[in-house]
Structure formats: structure tokens, C-alpha cells
């Protein structure tokens, strides 16, 4: 605001002290009685700012525009689905992964993936994981891409394969696409072998139907044993999250006893449709980034940081 009207006194040739036009009276009389010395009197100042500060300051207005315009736009995308405000923006993701260490939320061993049910970090982000996969509501993959909200889903084969189109869309719009096993069974109460085949099986469906083949697992009911690790392991998982909130349309429920989001957390929700719980897929969204905007967090990508 400031640099244009400074540009715009420069430009009418209107320029204040400093800027062009006369010099402050105290300068005058110091350059007067040098003059009076015989020492050169410095030139006076350009009326018009020399080139590149010109374009620099025509560059800085033009950026202050392109600010309000992106934050008017944004206004009126949140509008448009309901939402009490515009989402925080995330920071820009990490070059790599950070390393992983033991922490509060993380659960390391040897040679197995660590289980993790918030991801170490001072900043105030939070991530939102969609699981199983039964309803697939286009409006929803339209209204995080609009409102720029990224997702980490857990996909259950059998209640993907009547459309994993749905999924496929999720994945071309930077969404991930993990697994949640074949036929999502409580894994605790199978044996090694079984519980190898539900995950490898995934791996394998998933990589042909998606094209990726997923580094991120999640047990169905967040149930597990060491077998469910090492089998994971085997089929090339490197970290099973599980979470510490769960969201529904009308509410979210917390692990904490203070009943608030912290640094990192993993937020869990469903793809399921108002036969199953209380509003649509949108509503569901709009509960959540509500929330999560009202704590001051924005939403990231679980699998920028595991
Ligand atoms: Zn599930």
C-alpha cells in the first residue's frame, strides 16, 4: 500500500522529501555552506526514480495486487463451500522426508515400520487421512483440490473395486493412495501368512490400479501385532500411522485430554455416505478444515513427512 502511493507521488512528480523535488531545509544549509567553501555542491536528487528502482517498485505493486487478488479469491472459494474461513496454507513441503525419531506418538523397532500416531513437529500442521473407500462422492475430491487440501487415503480393496477410477482421480490430483488391506479383517487374530497375503495382495492391486505401489499402510481398526509389522515390512511398507483424532460430519473426537489438536497430529476420518453417518462427504470436509483452521493449523501431506 505504501510503495504505491510513494510510486505515485514519484511518478506525478509530487515527490516529498527524500523522494525527488526539494532537499529537507537542514541538508540545504549544510550543501549551502559547502558550496560557500568552494567544496562542489552534490546534485540534486532525480526528480524520477533511476530505472531499476522503478521497476522494482512497479514489481513490488504489482506483487501486492496479485496478494489481494489470490486472498479475494480465496475468500470466495471458502464461501462457496461453507466454510467459517479460508484454510491456513500449508508451508511448503519438505525437500525430503525428516528423519524419524523416537517421540512422543512414535513407536520405533528394529527392522520394522514405525507406528506413529502424530509425526514429531514444531510447526502447526496437522494431516487428514480418508479411509476404506466405500463412498466416492466426486464433490469431494472437487472441494480439496479447490480448497487445496491434501489427502492421504487407506484404500480397502474390497470396497474399492467397484470403481478404483474414483481413486485414480484422488492420485492424479496429488493425493495419496495407501493400503488398508484386501478385505479389511481385524489382522490381530490372523496368522503370519494370512495377514502377509491381505497386505501383499493390496500392494500389488493398488500398484496396478493406481500405478503406485504405496510406502504407507494402515491395519484395519488400527489393530496389530509384530506379525502385522513384519509382514508389512515384507511387502515394502516403511511406516504404519495410525491417529489421535477422529472426524465425523457433525464432530471430532479427541484422544487428548485437552480435547485439542497438537503439532503433527493424524487426523482419521472415512469415506462414507449419509446412510452411514450424519451429512455428506462436503460436510465432512468442512467440519474438519473448520476445526482445524479455528486452532490455527493448516492441513498438510502425511506422505511429505513419513
Ligand atoms: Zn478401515
Known amino acids: 500500500m505504501v510503495a504505491a502511493v510513494c510510486l505515485a507521488a514519484v511518478v506525478a512528480g509530487c515527490g516529498g522529501p527524500g523522494a525527488g523535488g526539494a532537499a529537507p531545509s537542514a541538508e540545504r544549509t549544510g550543501a549551502s555552506a559547502a558550496a560557500d567553501r568552494g567544496v562542489p555542491r552534490p546534485a540534486a536528487a532525480p526528480l524520477v526514480l533511476p530505472g531499476p528502482a522503478r521497476a ?4 513490488g505493486s504489482e506483487a501486492v495486487a496479485r496478494k489481494a487478488a489470490a486472498a479475494r479469491a480465496a475468500l470466495e472459494t471458502a464461501a462457496r463451500w461453507g466454510l ?4 491456513l496454507p500449508a508451508p511448503p513441503r519438505p525437500a525430503s522426508r525428516p528423519e524419524l525419531f523416537a517421540a512422543q506418538g512414535v513407536k520405533l523397532a528394529d527392522g520394522l515400520p ?3 500416531y502424530r509425526v514429531p513437529t514444531d510447526e502447526r500442521i496437522v494431516f487428514l ?10 464433490e469431494f475430491n472437487r472441494m480439496a483440490a479447490e480448497l487445496g487440501i491434501p489427502l492421504s487415503t487407506f484404500v480397502a480393496d474390497y470396497l474399492a473395486r467397484s470403481d478404483y477410477g474414483y481413486f485414480r482421480r484422488l492420485a492424479a490430483q496429488g493425493d495419496a493412495v495407501n493400503n ?11 496368522g503370519y501368512a494370512t495377514q502377509r497375503e491381505e497386505i501383499c495382495r493390496q500392494q500389488d492391486q493398488l500398484e496396478e490400479q493406481i500405478g503406485v505401489r504405496p510406502r504407507l499402510f494402515r491395519p484395519p481398526y488400527g489393530e496389530y501385532n509384530e506379525d502385522t509389522l513384519r509382514a508389512a515390512a515384507s511387502c515394502g511398507i516403511e511406516a504404519v500411522p495410525l491417529w489421535n483424532e477422529e472426524a465425523f460430519p457433525d464432530r471430532v473426537e479427541y484422544r487428548y485430554e485437552d480435547q485439542r489438536l497438537h503439532p503433527g497430529d493424524i487426523i482419521l476420518t472415512h469415506f462414507r455416505g449419509t446412510d ?4 455428506t462427504m462436503p460436510d465432512l470436509l468442512r467440519k474438519v478444515v ?9 492441513l498438510a501431506r ?3 513427512y513419513l
Open 290 to 298: 473448520d476445526e482445524v483452521t479455528a486452532q490455527g493449523f493448516a
Open 180 to 190: 488398508h488391506t484386501i478385505n479389511h479383517r481385524n489382522l490381530k487374530v490372523l
Open 129 to 138: 487421512t480418508v479411509d476404506d473407500g466405500a463412498e466416492k462422492d466426486p
Open 302 to 304: 502425511l506422505d511429505d
Open 114 to 116: 514405525p507406528v506413529v
Open 276 to 279: 452411514l453417518w450424519p451429512g
Open 84 to 87: 467459517a474461513r479460508p484454510p
Open 56 to 59: 522494482e517498485e512497479e514489481a
